[in-house]
Nanobody, 128 residues
Framework: QLQLVESGGDLVQPGGSLRLSCAAS???????????IGWFRQAPGKEREGVSC???????EYADSVKGRFTISRDNANNTVYLQMNSLKPEDTALYYC???????????????????WGQGTQVTVSS
């Protein structure tokens, strides 16, 4: 079992920046470094979408809507994944979830397959 705890969500003005953190801990089974860990988001009335995913080896996938603005990184020693979000737009407003699975970054982020573990979410609101 893998537990995921997100932090860092906040209210920010358009053009601003935020950094989200996802701390992973294993209560049984594989250690966190075996997992692909990623960020998803869901806005009211919309489907959950993959934002960015990263493997322990550094393979990365980004949604087209965030390329050039968001950067995902991973600290394997501390089992933490970060999402640096710059140039935020009102359309980035959503509940952001950290998720994990043993799959590929593309399967996870694009096809939303093989994702059994989810955090509780952290709210990001971009508004003036």
């Amino acid at each position: 079992q893998l537990q995921l705890v997100e932090s860092g969500g906040d209210l920010v003005q358009p053009g601003g920046s935020l950094r989200l953190s996802c701390a992973a801990s294993a209560t049984s089974g594989y250690t966190p470094d075996y997992y692909i860990i990623g960020w998803f988001r869901q806005a009211p009335g919309k489907e959950r979408e993959g934002v960015s995913c990263i493997s322990s080896a550094g393979s990365i996938e980004y949604a087209d809507s965030v390329k050039g603005r968001f950067t995902i990184s991973r600290d394997n020693a501390n089992n933490t994944v970060y999402l640096q979000m710059n140039s935020l737009k009102p359309e980035d407003t959503a509940l952001y979830y950290c998720a994990a699975g043993i799959t590929t970054v593309r399967n996870m982020c694009v096809h939303k397959m093989g994702v059994p573990y989810w955090g509780q979410g952290t709210q990001v609101t971009v508004s003036s």
